[in-house]
């Protein structure tokens, strides 16, 4: 389906403009500063990478769409300035590729963003919904998804891919000012600001290089003596290095299963590795004399230093307060017209419990107007909604 064939409503511009030079795209960033909002995406390669390797970045400022090349620009001085303007919205959808896209390539995060995903979500028209439905959904158009797995690398763009591209920001204004709109009728645009902030604070992380919590979401960690958890987070560091520099997944390093193992192992020689199961000839030759390095440096870390236990998975009468929590969620979300999955997850659920589990029932009435012990999504708009009457539902 090309997209000559679409009935576009009169509001919405398929026409667009591709950007290849320096000058014409600074006098547009000139010329962005002015907008209320911009409509952002990107298109990206990532398929044998650490880093998402950009090929195009779309703009929409409420008119028209402009498809910039930014494998002939190298001037991005101005639009990491838009893009960190806070009087200008970067309505994106589904954006969180898109910010490891502008974290890998400039080393910025748009900030504010409006996601129209997230926002579909707090509107009840959909959790997880992608950007046709959502077209569909709110302005009853079909766009094409032929592109969607197409080389955004390779040059010239196809007329196609460039015309699939501007669609991707050419109905983002108008989506934009109908949830904008409908959150602000339904007293739920704070919800989003908020969601989409957490979104940005959990991504500013990643910028700040420190990987040492990484080693927190190994499956199986929970089983691990601190000594041994002390071995996996500097082995988890080590790989989220490794994969940084030679651009390649980490997977494609090390396994998060042989991690674990060479943790528990805490091996002293190239002999002792070789007992790890899958640890090709390769991985022993060239990276076997820094794993052990790492583990000899994480035994010398003294006692007091080492990494606190994991909470171990919920068990006994936990499982059915997690039962009776998740069912108080899904009642409460339908009573509040929410997806469930937009209101809590399961892993919220546990984390909150595994939190309360030395915490006496003085203690939690004494807490519940406070969020030390909630997880940090639990902890805004959701508080008010859920707490004390979730805390009730899993006595």
Same mark, same amino acid.
């Given at each position: 389906?090309?997209?000559?064939?679409?009935?576009?409503?009169?509001?919405?511009?398929?026409?667009?403009?591709?950007?290849?030079?320096?000058?014409?795209?600074?006098?547009?960033?000139?010329?962005?500063?002015?907008?209320?909002?911009?409509?952002?995406?990107?298109?990206?390669?990532?398929?044998?990478?650490?880093?998402?390797?950009?090929?195009?970045?779309?703009?929409?400022?409420?008119?028209?769409?402009?498809?910039?090349?930014?494998?002939?620009?190298?001037?991005?001085?101005?639009?990491?300035?838009?893009?960190?303007?806070?009087?200008?919205?970067?309505?994106?959808?589904?954006?969180?590729?898109?910010?490891?896209?502008?974290?890998?390539?400039?080393?910025?995060?748009?900030?504010?963003?409006?996601?129209?995903?997230?926002?579909?979500?707090?509107?009840?028209?959909?959790?997880?919904?992608?950007?046709?439905?959502?077209?569909?959904?709110?302005?009853?158009?079909?766009?094409?998804?032929?592109?969607?797995?197409?080389?955004?690398?390779?040059?010239?763009?196809?007329?196609?891919?460039?015309?699939?591209?501007?669609?991707?920001?050419?109905?983002?204004?108008?989506?934009?000012?109908?949830?904008?709109?409908?959150?602000?009728?339904?007293?739920?645009?704070?919800?989003?600001?908020?969601?989409?902030?957490?979104?940005?604070?959990?991504?500013?992380?990643?910028?700040?290089?420190?990987?040492?919590?990484?080693?927190?979401?190994?499956?199986?960690?929970?089983?691990?003596?601190?000594?041994?958890?002390?071995?996996?987070?500097?082995?988890?560091?080590?790989?989220?290095?490794?994969?940084?520099?030679?651009?390649?997944?980490?997977?494609? =390093?090390? +396994?998060?299963?042989?991690?674990?193992?060479?943790?528990?192992? $805490?091996?002293? @020689?190239? &002999? #002792? *590795?070789?007992?790890?199961?899958?640890?090709?000839?390769?991985?022993?030759?060239?990276?076997?004399?820094?794993?052990?390095?790492?583990?000899?440096?994480?035994?010398?870390?003294?006692?007091?230093?080492?990494?606190?236990?994991?909470?171990?998975?919920?068990?006994?009468?936990?499982?059915?307060?997690?039962?009776?929590?998740?069912?108080?969620?899904?009642?409460?979300?339908?009573?509040?017209?929410?997806?469930?999955?937009?209101? =809590?997850? +399961?892993?919220?659920?546990?984390?909150?419990?595994?939190?309360? $589990?030395?915490? @006496?029932? &003085? #203690? *939690?009435?004494?807490?519940?107007?406070?969020?030390?012990?909630?997880?940090?999504?639990?902890?805004?708009?959701?508080?008010?909604?859920?707490?004390?009457?979730?805390?009730?539902?899993?006595?």
């Amino acid at each position: 389906m090309t997209t000559e064939l679409l009935s576009l409503p009169k509001n919405i511009n398929d026409s667009y403009a591709l950007v290849t030079d320096n000058q014409t795209f600074q006098q547009l960033c000139q010329q962005w500063k002015s907008a209320s909002f911009l409509a952002i995406d990107t298109e990206f390669i990532r398929t044998s990478t650490f880093y998402p390797h950009v090929g195009l970045i779309q703009i929409n400022d409420g008119a028209d769409n402009t498809l910039v090349d930014p494998l002939t620009i190298n001037d991005w001085e101005l639009f990491c300035d838009l893009l960190q303007d806070k009087d200008i919205v970067k309505i994106m959808h589904s954006c969180s590729e898109d910010l490891q896209v502008f974290m890998a390539s400039m080393q910025v995060l748009p900030e504010p963003v409006f996601d129209t995903q997230i926002a579909a979500g707090l509107l009840n028209e959909g959790f997880g919904c992608s950007y046709q439905t959502l077209v569909k959904n709110i302005l009853d158009i079909d766009l094409p998804k032929g592109e969607t797995r197409s080389d955004w690398l390779q040059r010239p763009l196809s007329e196609n891919q460039c015309h699939y591209a501007a669609l991707d920001v050419a109905c983002l204004p108008t989506i934009y000012q109908h949830q904008k709109s409908a959150l602000k009728e339904s007293g739920r645009l704070g919800w989003l600001e908020e969601e989409c902030a957490l979104l940005i604070t959990q991504y500013s992380e990643e910028l700040k290089g420190d990987y040492s919590d990484y080693y927190l979401s190994f499956k199986g960690a929970w089983q691990l003596k601190s000594e041994e958890l002390a071995v996996l987070q500097l082995l988890a560091q080590w790989r989220e290095l490794r994969a940084r520099k030679r651009d390649k997944p980490r997977n494609w =390093i090390v +396994k998060d299963k042989q991690l674990l193992e060479i943790a528990k192992l $805490r091996p002293s @020689s190239l &002999e #002792d *590795l070789k007992h790890i199961d899958d640890l090709g000839r390769h991985f022993l030759h060239h990276e076997g004399d820094e794993v052990l390095g790492v583990v000899k440096q994480a035994l010398e870390i003294s006692a007091d230093l080492l990494p606190i236990s994991l909470p171990k998975p919920l068990e006994g009468n936990e499982k059915q307060q997690l039962k009776n929590g998740q069912q108080f969620a899904e009642q409460k979300a339908l009573e509040l017209g929410l997806p469930t999955e937009m209101l =809590i997850r +399961k892993r919220w659920l546990i984390s909150l419990l595994q939190n309360m $589990r030395n915490l @006496s029932k &003085e #203690d *939690l009435e004494q807490n519940t107007d406070t969020v030390e012990f909630l997880p940090v999504e639990l902890a805004g708009w959701r508080k008010p909604l859920l707490i004390p009457e979730l805390m009730e539902a899993m006595e």
